[in-house]
């Protein structure tokens, strides 16, 4: 759910559409940072060296979260 706000401020005639944008352009960035990153097991692996492979580090994974 989204709340709306109006926002009124005085600019030079002529930039009216570049306040705009730019006010939009914050919202969005705002609502970006809101936002959790996804990340996947397979966006993980391979990023440190080990010996194991990803099968293995994905099975001691399940037996560390669920015993």
Do not use: C, H, N, W
């Amino acid at each position: 759910m989204m709340g709306e706000i109006t926002v009124k401020i005085s600019v030079p005639d002529g930039m009216e559409e570049l306040f705009k944008k730019e006010l939009e352009a914050l919202t969005a960035g705002l609502l970006k940072l809101k936002k959790k990153p996804s990340v996947t097991l397979d966006d993980v692996f391979g990023i440190m060296p080990s010996e194991k492979s990803s099968k293995e580090m994905r099975l001691e994974l399940y037996e560390e979260l669920f015993g």
